[in-house]
């Protein structure tokens, strides 16, 4: 029985089988550009046909200041500051920026209650949300709130890694009231993304990297997990079936029966050079369903359309078994991916992805 785009999504998502594999991906804005001249000014979802589409808060009409964070610093003219007060020098390199951390020096808690969060949880911000999502299922899509960044990432951003780490060893009632701050606005945010009545949440921070944790599981379960586990629970308590979506790229197998046991329903973006998805589907398959799994260090820049096609066919005869598979690349595609590699993914999803 042919399905809605949204319908498709859905299904796959809560381990169900579809008619199709659903699919999706994004792109760096050189990519973006490569795709216009192909394309024209159709919006590259709509010309591949990608099932759901991201939502988000308005832009914020009250940045805060934050130049006295960066007072002793000499930042080039082409910095960009953003609403949390992260300064981010643009790099050649196109997806990659150096980023100055505002609270780097701070290191009172007297001190961290002065600074500017944004105002994200303010009402204007979200007004227009309900009506985007409300469009996009009028369209028969799935519309997913976008939480990037939940806790850690995010306060590493603000802090810096290795002082936030330090935090935890030497200042824990600074860490404690960093991230308590930034999950309360976590929280809020996931609670106005579930009274929009969106399909997936979309959280999650990078705590792995290609060989495993960026920390202990110990330090994960005593900084991180139940705090995430709070952000998930204020969605659940709005919309008790909505899909939540974990993003976090590298190897983070070590918690990923800890990431069901606290509400997770997908795991983003089962990157393959790190991680087995089929290995990941035969072990947590009954649990988890996957989105990704299409490689943007190999596969993706450096395959041939026909490897391309096969990796596809593998990736659904293996991980899309019995449903539970979003197929994507694993993260957006670097100008090193050439058209004819995008064009051989969709067409090998369209092919091979019929249940």
């Not at 393959?272 to 290995?279: H, K």
């Amino acid at each position: 029985m042919k399905m809605t785009p949204r319908e498709r999504v859905l299904r796959a998502l809560r381990r169900q089988v579809p008619d199709r594999v659903p699919k999706s991906f994004g792109w760096t804005p050189p990519v973006l550009e490569m795709m216009r001249a192909r394309i024209g000014d159709v919006h590259p979802h709509d010309y591949f046909g990608v099932e759901i589409r991201s939502v988000g808060p308005a832009p914020t009409r009250h940045p805060g200041e934050f130049s006295r964070y960066f007072a002793e610093l000499s930042l080039p003219a082409e910095t960009r500051i953003d609403q949390w007060g992260m300064a981010e020098i643009p790099d050649p390199h196109v997806h990659y920026t150096t980023y100055v951390h505002p609270m780097a020096r701070l290191s009172s808690v007297e001190e961290l209650a002065e600074y500017p969060f944004p105002d994200l949880l303010a009402d204007y911000r979200w007004e227009e949300v309900s009506a985007k999502v409300a469009d996009l299922h009028a369209r028969d899509l799935a519309a997913e709130g976008a939480m990037a960044c939940t806790i850690f990432e995010r306060a590493w951003y603000l802090r810096s890694m290795d002082q936030l780490f330090a935090d935890f060893a030497w200042n824990p009632a600074f860490a404690e009231a960093l991230l308590d701050r930034i999950t309360a606005i976590s929280c809020g945010m996931a609670e106005r993304y579930a009274r929009a009545d969106v399909d997936v949440i979309e959280m999650g921070d990078d705590v792995s990297m290609q060989r495993g944790m960026l920390m202990s599981p110990a330090t994960w379960r005593r900084w991180l997990k139940p705090r995430l586990a709070r952000v998930i629970q204020s969605a659940r308590a709005v919309k008790p079936d909505v899909v939540v979506k974990y993003h976090s790229d590298g190897n983070p197998s070590a918690i990923i029966p800890e990431l069901i046991e606290i509400g997770v329903d997908v795991l983003n973006p089962v990157q393959p050079e790190c991680i087995d998805p089929a290995e990941a589907k035969r072990l947590y398959g009954d649990r988890l369903a996957f989105w990704g799994t299409m490689g943007i260090q190999t596969t993706m820049p450096f395959g041939t359309p026909a490897e391309i096609a096969e990796v596809v066919r593998e990736r659904i005869r293996t991980v899309g078994e019995g449903g539970g598979l979003l197929i994507a690349p694993t993260h957006v595609l670097q100008p090193d991916v050439p058209w004819e590699n995008i064009v051989a993914f969709f067409e090998a999803v369209e092919k091979y992805g019929a249940y």
